[in-house]
């Protein structure tokens, strides 16, 4: 069970667009359409913004959109705005052991 | 509105236990899987375990098999997870989240464990 790979840090001016990858393998990322990404702020708790690979909860902008390719998921943040900056994790669903979730190593965005 | 309260967090030594709660709200309680999510200081979320509808299935992450238990009271719309033989690195903030199918979309706002002496 071990982390999904994401890049530590990723940033970008207001209005630019950005992407923040996640690479597992084919027991996780690849195998299943059951990637999902979440913002957290400091002190919050994490809140879903992406399910199922590229589907968005009702409430969640549509500046936030998702895809993958292989064993690789990525969030795109387009249009981007200060209230971004925040981490972002992705999760997947996983059958390495038992069927469980494994989280991904984080992604500081940073609004220029 | 979804709500999902924990209680139950504090200070205990390794070797101890500690009983979690979550208190749900919002929406039809025995209709959904529930799962718990902890985050160690300036760690990433780590799922911990996870639990059918009616309870007749219930999932653990590797490193607390056999010392944690799932379990949920449909009646009292709640949740519990039961930490046994705790250690140092079970030191986080424990989230109860409704997990409807593959993904958590609401989250409480969590409860700190500290195992330390």
């Known amino acids: 069970q071990s982390a999904l790979t994401q890049p530590a840090s990723v940033s970008g001016s207001p209005g630019q667009s950005i992407t923040i990858s996640c690479t597992g393998t084919s027991s996780d990322v690849g195998g299943y359409n059951y990637v999902s990404w979440y913002q957290q702020h400091p002190g919050k708790a994490p809140k879903l913004m992406i399910y199922d690979v590229s589907n968005r909860p009702s409430g969640v902008s549509n500046r936030f959109s998702g895809s993958k390719s292989g064993n690789t998921a990525s969030l795109t943040i387009s249009g981007l705005q200060a209230e971004d900056e925040a981490d972002y994790y992705c999760t997947s669903y996983s059958t390495s052991s038992t069927p469980s979730y494994v989280f991904g190593t984080g992604t500081k965005v940073t609004v220029l | ?115 330390s002496s």
Not at chain 2, 29 to 48: L, N
Not at chain 2, 64 to 86: C, P, Q, W, Y
Request: aromatic share 12%; proline share 3%.
């Open chain 2, 1 to 115: 509105e979804v709500q999902l309260v924990e209680s139950g967090g504090g200070l205990v030594q390794p070797g101890g236990s500690l009983r979690l709660s979550c208190a749900a709200s919002g929406f039809t309680f025995s209709a959904s899987w529930m799962g718990w999510v902890r985050q160690a200081p300036g760690k990433g979320p780590e799922w911990v375990a996870n639990i059918k509808e009616d309870g007749s299935l219930k999932y653990y992450v590797d490193s607390v098999k056999g010392r944690f238990t799932i379990s949920r009271d449909n009646a009292k719309n709640s949740l519990h997870l039961e930490m046994n033989s705790l250690r140092a690195e079970d030191t986080a903030v424990y989230y109860c989240a409704k997990h409807p199918n593959t993904y958590f979309d609401y989250w409480g706002q969590g409860t700190l464990v500290t195992v």
